[in-house]
């Protein structure tokens, strides 16, 4: 199982970029990057996920290198309402694959 | 998309009792679901893999006697807390994958919040 580390917690303000960087260096072959967000007292929610390169969408960009041993979410221009923890997770293409959370890192966006 | 649900949203129950969670696949299939717990401030951690038509298979730890799943059909697994005490107070989220256009997507339930009192 593919072990992912990310920075346990970050500050921005609102109106900024904001990149959260994920290591993720025993990643598999078949192995896919996918980004929650959680909000206290509420299941993670998915936001984008990616293989290879670069993948966007109406509120993220995820970039991969070509090495893959690690990923970065950029949520642009940031509100306070993206206060929140982001987790990156790394599964395999099998529905059966366990799925074992890191730490997640802790967004705060002030005003 | 996809969508998994969980019932009920939060549960009190007095200690000894047992208290079931439900929760569905809403619209696919799902042979394989997921059974985390999340203390305050802290990430979720697996519990067990829960797989339709057999038996659960339980992470190190997590004793499979207190924490009964069954999966009876695909849409449907569910946790049952056997005598549960005060220090299983948690929130308890399952999740379920379906393939998508880039691979496998996992998506969550709302989670549910268990007190035990």
């Known amino acids: 199982l593919a072990k992912t580390t990310q920075p346990i917690s970050m500050d921005s303000y609102e109106g900024q970029e904001v990149n959260i960087t994920c290591s993720h260096n025993n990643i598999a072959t078949n192995d896919y990057i996918t980004w929650y967000q959680q909000f206290p007292s509420q299941g993670p929610r998915f936001i984008i996920q990616?293989?290879?390169t670069k993948v966007t969408n109406e509120v993220a960009s995820l970039f991969i290198p070509a090495d893959r041993k690690s990923s970065t979410l950029s949520l642009p221009r940031v509100s306070l309402s993206d206060t929140a923890v982001y987790y990156c997770l790394v599964s395999g293409y099998s529905s059966a694959s366990k799925i074992i959370f890191g730490s997640g890192t802790r967004l705060s966006i002030r005003p | 998309g996809a969508v998994v649900s969980q019932h009920p949203s939060w549960v009190i129950c007095k200690s000894g009792t047992s208290v079931k969670i439900e929760c569905r696949s809403l619209d696919f299939q799902a042979t394989t679901m997921f059974w985390y717990r999340q203390f305050p401030k802290q990430s979720l951690m697996l519990m067990a893999t829960s797989n339709e038509g057999s038996k659960a298979t339980y992470e190190q730890g997590v004793e499979k006697d207190k924490f009964l799943i069954n999966h009876a059909s695909l849409t449907l697994s569910t946790l049952t807390v056997t005598s549960a005490h005060p220090e299983d107070s948690s929130f308890y989220i399952c999740?379920?994958?379906?393939?998508?256009?880039?691979?496998?997507?996992?998506?969550f339930g709302e989670g549910s919040w268990l007190t035990v009192v």
């Open positions: 999740s379920a994958a379906t393939p998508t256009g880039t691979g496998n997507t996992i998506y």
């Open positions: 990616g293989y290879k």
